[in-house]
């Protein structure tokens, strides 16, 4: 048996990848244990001479913390809209041979070829007029509104891969339309339940356009807006701005690697049948 040779090509390909994906996280996490002035004198690939914490903290008195609350309030919120309608939205797209529904949900689909900039001038007026403008609710509303219809086209695909024969296995034993739902299609669509959670919680977490344009106040912004505060007219906080950077990814970042499975899982099934 011939023996197999190292593939050199493919090693240096990887080791150009790992420096192009760890460059910036090197440069990024490097910065926040750095001082200003050390950080300006010895440059952003230097390593730090002397460790500080300082700028996490700073972060944390500046009224980070605030953004921060108003930022898992608002994901957590538009989680909750999300995951209430979507499944039974879905289970009845799926279910139904209706015409009506399906001239629905096509209509729901339009949502993805319509992006939030081009609706934000009229949705501005809207929410001033139900007086939610400068509310954490007139920011949840619209982030959940166009993070549905991505969430129901993940959601039908899965379901559909659940196969009639079960179905018709609990119909035949008396099981109602709830009952089915519930203990049938739910327990089956986890994965695909997990994937709207992280896309419609990464969809509010890093949303920038409605909190810039719906809200003023600083009891009111959250951490993408907060991010401005580093940045005065003298300059910018760069240590204190990447900290920031760092604070505002790790909760996304651990729900997405306890949920990674399920999300691909979930993915897979939006090419379903």
């Known amino acids: 048996m011939r023996k197999s040779r190292p593939n050199y090509l493919a090693g240096f ?10 460059l910036p996280l090197y440069v990024m996490l490097v910065a926040t244990f750095q001082s200003r002035p050390d950080y300006a004198a010895n440059g952003p690939l230097a390593f730090p ?30 989680v909750g809209i999300v995951v209430l309608l979507v499944p039974p939205l879905a289970y009845t797209i799926v279910r139904s041979r209706g015409r009506a529904t399906t001239t629905v949900f096509r209509l729901f689909l339009l949502g993805l ?8 001038v009229p949705m501005f007026f809207v929410i001033s007029e139900a007086g939610l403008y400068d509310n954490l609710i007139g920011v949840i509303l619209p982030t959940a509104a166009f993070a549905m219809p991505v969430c129901a086209l993940i959601l039908t695909g ?3 891969d659940i196969t009639p024969d ?8 008396g099981a109602s339309p709830r009952r089915v739902f519930f ?17 419609s919680a990464l969809q509010a977490w890093n ?17 993408t807006m907060g991010l401005y505060d580093f940045q005065t007219e003298h300059g910018v906080d760069t240590p204190g701005l990447l900290a920031a950077v760092v604070l505002s990814m790790l909760p996304i970042l651990i729900v997405y690697l306890f949920a990674r499975r399920a999300l691909v899982q979930g993915l897979m099934g939006v090419g379903g049948k």
């Open 113 to 120: 070829a319509i992006p939030s900039q081009a609706v934000i």
């Open 183 to 199: 203990q049938l299609v739910l327990p089956l669509s986890r994965s695909g339940v997990s994937t709207i959670i992280v896309f």
């Open 207 to 223: 949303g920038f356009l409605f909190p810039l344009v719906l809200t003023q106040s600083a009891e009111t912004k959250v951490i």
């Open 49 to 78: 001479e002397h460790f500080t914490l300082d700028n996490y903290v700073n972060d944390l008195n500046s009224g980070f913390a605030q953004y921060f609350v108003n930022t898992v309030i608002v994901t957590v919120c538009v």
């Open 158 to 160: 899965v379901m559909r």
């Open 166 to 173: 079960l179905y018709e296995a609990m119909t035949i034993d």
């Open 13 to 22: 390909g990887s080791l150009i990848w790992l420096l192009v994906v760890g």
